[in-house]
């Protein structure tokens, strides 16, 4: 072990829930220890939920010692906790910085699955999304990431095991690239979550830069904010759209598709009362899709304060999903949870110091987009 480093009274302790293991095995490496000593702190963490390095006994005494002086298990903390009549749970989480995020937990019957944050509020302004009107703050650390899951793990219980996540709480994962990656591999992880890549999924509004990259370094399932079947609505519902248009957005899709661990890309569409829920638009959707195996999850609008979008009735809902169907594309239609507590999609709005001033000027926005 590497004495020579600073004194622990002079240095910021190193919190471990920041590495994922290749990360660890740096780290260790760093100070002089075998890479396997990475599994064992990663077992300890998230397997056996130890947070005291005293507790580690299979590490040598002077390696607890070292992380005792030097390093942190550093979790978020609880702040609130809302069960809804579902089941469904939602958990404010406070971050050391003071904000607050939310987690929903979302138990069906063959799985159980966890809602996880990615950033503190949102640095993109979909119209829809009350998580936009928030503003942003900052990237969640990989720490806090993962910590959601830990945390959530802990207050559950092992009778109620979490066996899916879905990077679908607050925030843009793609725009907290790094962090977003190691926590995720820190979830597939054998020494630590290890779930199925198939039961973990990101959420993008479509950065596809971001998306390349993605299919490079980490194999997770994708599923895409779509919302729009053309670029001109799209530009105004999703307005990333306009730096990423359409004809990108699906290349991305096509090429993450080709390698990903589902082999095909889920598409969300947010139905919103006259704006996107038309047969027309149905088929303007079946063409743009064409290129890509897709499936598509319909989602009802999940209102929130000082919206002016309404859902769009049920039956435009079965229409629209009926002409996709038809043409051979699998819809589903997402099942509500959670709504007595705003627990919904794009419900989630945290507590966050608004960076952007984003809140500001949304309060006067109330027209839905009219195309
Ligand atoms: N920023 C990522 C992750 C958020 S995922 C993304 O855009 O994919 C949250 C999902 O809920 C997205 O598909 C989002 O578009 C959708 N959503 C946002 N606001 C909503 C609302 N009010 N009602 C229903 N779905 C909404």
């Known amino acids: 072990m590497n004495s020579a480093n600073a004194s622990a009274d002079t240095q910021r302790l190193v919190n471990l829930l920041d590495f994922d293991r290749k990360g660890l095995q740096a780290f260790f490496a760093e100070i002089g220890e075998k890479a ?27 390696l607890r010692n ?102 679908m709480g607050m925030g843009e994962p793609l725009l907290n690239f790094d962090n977003v990656v190691k926590a995720m591999n820190l979830m597939m992880e054998d020494f630590a979550f290890g779930l199925s890549k198939r039961r973990v999924t990101i959420s993008t509004s479509g950065v596809t830069p971001a998306m390349h990259r993605l299919s490079e370094v980490c194999d997770v399932s994708m599923a895409v904010s779509l919302h729009a079947p053309t670029d001109e609505l799209r530009n105004q519902l999703v307005p990333i759209n306009q730096k990423y248009p359409l004809a990108d957005l699906m290349a991305a899709c096509r090429e993450y598709a080709k390698n990903g661990p589902r082999k095909h890309i889920t598409f969300e569409y947010v139905m919103l009362d006259g704006v996107n829920d038309s047969a027309p638009q149905a088929k303007l959707l079946v063409k743009l899709l064409s290129t890509v ?74 027209a839905p987009a009219n195309v």
């Not at 793990?153 to 979490?162: A, H, V």
Request: charged share 20%; glycine share 6%.
């Open 36 to 62: 396997f000593r990475a599994d064992q702190v990663l077992k300890w963490i998230y397997q056996e939920g130890v947070t005291d390095f005293a507790q580690m006994t299979n590490l040598s005494k002077s």
């Open 66 to 167: 070292y992380l005792e002086n030097h390093c942190e298990i550093k979790l978020p903390s609880f702040a609130a906790e809302q069960l809804a009549s579902d089941g469904t749970c939602k958990w404010a989480v406070r971050m050391h910085c003071g904000n607050q995020v939310e987690t929903v937990y979302i138990p069906e019957e063959r799985r159980a699955t966890l809602c996880v944050s990615s950033q503190v509020g949102c640095a993109l302004a979909c119209r829809f999304c009350s998580t936009a009107q928030q503003g942003f703050n900052r990237n969640l650390s990989t720490g806090e990431i993962i910590g959601q899951l830990v945390l959530a793990q802990q207050r559950l219980g092992s009778e109620r095991k979490i066996t899916n996540v879905v990077m």
């Open 293 to 366: 195996p897709s499936k598509v999850n319909l989602i009802p609008f999940n209102p929130f304060p000082q919206t002016a979008y309404r859902c769009s009735p049920m039956e435009t809902i079965l229409k629209f999903r009926d002409v996709l169907q038809s043409a051979g594309i699998v819809t589903t239609i997402r099942k509500t949870r959670g709504e007595d507590i705003d627990a919904a999609c794009g419900q989630l709005v945290g507590q966050v110091q608004d960076k952007s001033r984003r809140h500001l000027k949304l309060q006067v926005q109330t």
